[in-house]
C-alpha cells in the first residue's frame, strides 16, 4: 500500500489460500467465518465464476447506459469487466488476488492486481465505479472505501453498488474458510444495508439517484453532485 493509508483491504491474496484455490477452480464453498462467533457469510464463487445473470445485467446496462468508462472495484473472477469490454465499454478491473486477475484476464477482460487504495490509472476521470458481490465491507471501513472512490470518479461520476438485501450496519473481523477446513488470516469486513449505505455516502460527498432490487438482490445509485 502506498500513500494512501488505509486499513489492510483482504486478508488473502496467496496462491494457496482458499480464495485464490477457488478462483481458479471456479467452485466453493468458502465462506467468511465471522470472528465474533456469530456465524459465517456464504461466498457466491460459482455465481462470480459464471455468465453474469439477471441481477448482474441489471447492474450493466446502468453502466451500458452511462456509456462511460468504467472502474469494477473487488473484480473477482471478472465477469462485469469482461461483460462491459465485450460491448466495447472502457472498462477495468482491479482486485489483491493474483488468481482473480489471471482469471479476468483469461477471459479477455483487463485487470490490475492492486488495492482499491493503491494508485490507479484514471484517477478521478471514471466515469462509473462498480462495487458488487458485497465488496463495500473492503477493508472493513466503508466511509473510507467511499471517501477513495469519490477521489476515483470524475466529477459527475456515479457509483452502482449493491447492498445488503436487509437493513445492516456492522463492522466486524473474518476469516475465510472452505470446505477441507482451511482459513486465511483475520481481516476486517462491513456489511451495509441501503439505509447504512446511503448515510455513510452522503457524509463522504454522494447523492442517493435510485435503488432496485432484482432477485433478492439489492442495489443503489450514487453520484457525485455537479
Do not use: K
Not at 488473502?12 to 467465518?33: I, K
Not at 451500458?64 to 472495484?73: A, K, N, V
Not at 476521470?125 to 471517501?147: K, Q, S, V, Y
Not at 477441507?180 to 462491513?190: E, I, K, N, V
Amino acid at each position: 500500500m502506498n500513500a494512501y493509508l488505509a486499513p489492510p483491504v483482504l486478508g488473502w491474496g496467496h496462491t494457496d489460500d482458499p480464495f485464490a484455490h477457488a478462483m481458479r477452480t471456479g467452485r466453493g464453498p468458502l465462506w467468511l467465518r465471522r470472528e465474533d462467533g456469530l456465524g459465517r457469510i456464504p461466498l457466491h464463487v460459482e455465481r462470480w465464476c459464471a455468465e453474469p445473470d439477471r441481477a448482474d445485467r441489471s447492474l450493466l446496462r446502468r453502466a451500458f447506459h452511462r456509456g462511460l468508462p468504467t472502474l469494477d472495484i473487488g473484480c473477482g473472477p471478472g465477469r462485469l469487466v469482461t461483460a462491459l469490454q465485450s460491448r466495447g465499454l472502457p472498462a477495468l478491473g482491479v482486485d489483491v488476488t493474483r488468481a482473480a486477475v489471471a482469471r479476468t484476464v483469461g477471459l479477455g477482460g483487463s485487470a490490475l492486481c492492486r488495492s482499491v487504495f493503491d494508485r490507479l490509472p484514471g484517477e478521478g476521470r471514471w466515469g462509473t465505479a462498480l462495487l458488487a458481490d458485497g465488496n463495500l465491507g473492503i477493508g472493513g471501513d466503508p466511509a473510507a472505501l467511499l471517501r477513495r472512490i469519490a477521489e476515483l470518479l470524475a466529477w459527475d461520476g456515479r457509483l452502482l453498488v449493491e447492498v445488503e438485501p436487509a437493513e445492516a450496519d456492522e463492522r466486524f473481523t473474518v476469516r475465510l474458510e472452505d470446505s477441507a477446513g482451511r482459513s486465511g488470516t483475520p481481516f476486517p469486513w462491513a456489511r451495509l444495508g441501503a439505509q447504512a449505505t446511503t448515510r455513510a455516502a452522503e457524509a463522504v460527498g454522494f447523492d442517493s439517484v435510485s435503488s432496485w432490487r432484482t432477485d433478492g438482490r439489492l442495489f443503489l445509485e450514487l453520484e457525485l453532485p455537479y
